[in-house]
């Protein structure tokens, strides 16, 4: 509008000025009638008077009004008559004409003078004098001014119109755009349940459209993102096996329960590489470390990448380890730590070692009376006039270690039977109260033999038992045998039955040498015995109490040793009355 209005105002102000230029140019012309009648005026003695008078009939062609008027001057510039007498004295000498005083034709004004001014030197020979008509514009200012105003309204309607429109044209657009924030954010703080309601078929409904589309395929993503990761999180922290991730620096980056577990206490925050190499025993070489951070660990060691085999841990836990074989990876690439797994392998490595030891025990026990033997076959067979006694001596200590041999076959053969299930059992329901006492009967002929006072105690009505009854006799026997063997002399040996709930207790307390407390843990090992001298003596095979436990322990029993050294043992046998044991199995 203001472009178009300066246009307008200049168009207008150009239009007048040409207007009234040609008007002028066309009736002032020399040859026309109206100048050569003011030239013949000019003869009059008032000629002033006349020229005022011709030009008052020539006014409405020359468009005098109220806005142009018409003045005959001399040659100096001062009034002589005109159509506006007012301005006598007070009109100023314009360009135009001081060009006629000096008698030259009149010129264009400048643009943007503030009238439009023709000045005409009319003379006869005798006289002469100047037609100057001057315009003061004030009916272009009209026009302008109305134009100005009309713009003027009409940008203020267009501005008013243009507010309005555009006020509710932003509401149309920014509505809609700012749901679509406001549910951007809503993603981007990770809620994904909100849907962007949509209203509009333009390119902002596409683009809720869109967005929720886009959020719908986000949410399936992340889910599924997030599921495989749950997945790989619940694997990880479940593995029995021990996961460490470390940085390429040594630094923790992720470690699971059993990890936290294995270390124990020596797992705090300062826990890094180095510490679990200390823990673990375990030395690199610098090129070693390097090649692994550097992901070359294949190169250095072999295609397994690490595996350290049976590292103690805490003195306690046998582990494998294995470093390096996974690597972490980033996208580009770049290897940014390694993960190391550790293999508890305590129970095949205490298995191993058991049975090692176990190997050597058999071979140890059945040297002995093998070397006895041969020794005694040989005395006898090298002299052949060794006296009667001396002969049956050592014939008789062969035999004895034969049945010693023969017991700790039978022992072995016993154990091996329990271990493989293929113990016969033989289920039968009698009073153990009977049985025990039976058994305290045979074995009080021994009792005295050493001076020991054996007695039984029976605490109130004790209920008839299911179980093996020859199998559970072996036990007793086993535990009252070696109450009598290891009491000294004189000692006391008291055997304690008593019933309560489902259970029955037959505990065998004597007076004895009792056992150190760092036995007692190891009493039922197969060959344990507190001190070999102590029970070579005795002709104990170490087998006695290893049988008795699984023999209870199958019952669905229970067997308990309290011992104190120099002070007496309590062996204490816990059976239920029922055994779940099946008969003939
Ligand atoms: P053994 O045939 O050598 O007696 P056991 O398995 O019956 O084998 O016993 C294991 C070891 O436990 C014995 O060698 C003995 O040192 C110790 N022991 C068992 N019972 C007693 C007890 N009542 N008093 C002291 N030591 C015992």
């Known amino acids: 509008m203001s472009v178009i209005g300066t246009v307008l105002l200049n168009s207008v102000s150009n239009f007048y000025s040409d207007e009234f230029y040609a008007q002028m140019t066309d009736e002032l012309s020399e040859d026309s009638l109206l100048v050569s009648e003011l030239v013949s005026a000019l003869s009059s003695a008032t000629y002033a008077e006349e020229m005022s008078n011709i030009l008052d009939s020539y006014s409405g062609m020359l468009g005098i009004d109220r806005y142009r008027d018409y003045f005959i001057l001399n040659m100096n510039g001062e009034m002589l008559s005109g159509s506006d007498m007012s301005q006598e004295g007070t009109m100023e000498l314009t360009g135009n004409v001081i060009a006629a005083m000096q008698r030259l034709p009149s010129a264009r004004n400048a643009y943007g003078s503030t009238y439009f001014d023709y000045a005409l030197y009319l003379t006869n020979g005798a006289q002469e004098c100047i037609l100057y008509i001057k315009d003061t514009q004030g009916e272009m200012q009209q026009l302008s001014w109305i134009l100005f105003s009309i713009v003027l309204q009409s940008l203020f309607f267009g501005m008013v119109i243009a507010v309005v429109l555009s006020f509710f044209l932003a509401r149309a657009i920014s509505r809609p755009i700012q749901t679509l924030t406001k549910g951007a954010q809503l993603v981007a703080s990770g809620e994904f349940s909100h849907t962007i309601e949509n209203h ?143 293999h508890d392998v305590t129970n095949r490595y205490e298995l191993d070692k058991s049975r090692r030891e176990f190997v050597a025990n058999v071979s140890h026990e059945l040297r002995t009376p093998l070397t006895s033997i041969k020794g005694a076959c040989e005395t006898v067979r090298s002299d052949a006039e060794m006296p009667e006694d001396m002969r049956d001596y050592f014939l008789g200590m062969a035999s004895d270690e034969c049945d010693r041999m023969t017991r700790i076959v039978t022992d072995l053969l016993t154990l091996s039977r329990l271990d493989n299930n293929r113990t016969r059992w033989n289920i039968e329901s009698f009073s153990i109260e009977d049985a025990v006492k039976h058994i305290c ?42 109450a009598i063997k290891y009491t000294p002399d004189g000692g006391k040996i008291d055997v304690f039955l008593d019933a309560y709930d489902k259970f029955i207790t037959v505990s065998v307390r004597d007076t004895g040498v009792g056992i150190p407390e760092a036995d007692i843990d190891h009493l039922f090992e197969r060959f344990y015995r507190v001190e070999k001298s102590r029970t070579s003596e005795t002709g104990g095979t170490g087998l006695g109490l290893a049988i008795a436990k699984e023999i209870i322990v199958a019952h669905g029993g229970n067997i308990k040793i309290k011992s104190k050294l120099g002070a007496g043992t309590l062996v204490c046998i816990v059976l239920p009355v029922e055994t779940a044991l099946k008969a003939e199995q």
């Open 200 to 342: 509009s078929d333009d390119e902002i409904g596409t683009l809720t459209d869109t967005f929720n589309d886009m959020k719908t395929a986000l949410k399936n993503t992340i889910d599924e993102v997030d599921g495989e990761r749950q997945k790989l999180r619940t694997v990880f922290s479940y593995l029995k096996d021990a996961v460490v991730a470390f940085t390429n620096d040594g630094k923790v980056l992720h470690i699971n329960q059993s990890a936290m577990e294995f270390f124990g206490k020596s797992y705090d925050k300062n826990f890094d590489l180095e510490r679990m190499l200390d823990l673990l025993n375990i030395s690199f070489t610098d090129e070693e470390i390097s090649a692994m951070q550097k992901g070359r660990s294949k190169d250095v060691f072999s295609e397994n990448g690490i595996v350290f085999h049976d590292k103690v841990l805490n003195s306690t836990k046998v582990v494998d380890v294995s470093f390096g074989e996974i690597k972490y990876v980033k996208e580009n690439k770049t290897q940014i730590g390694f993960i190391t797994v550790l």
């Open 441 to 482: 009967d045979v074995l009080r002929v021994d009792a005295d033999a050493h001076n020991h006072e054996l007695s039984m105690f029976i605490n109130g009505h004790l209920p008839n038992i299911t179980a093996d009854k020859e199998r559970i006799a072996q036990v007793i026997i086993n535990i009252i045998s070696n």
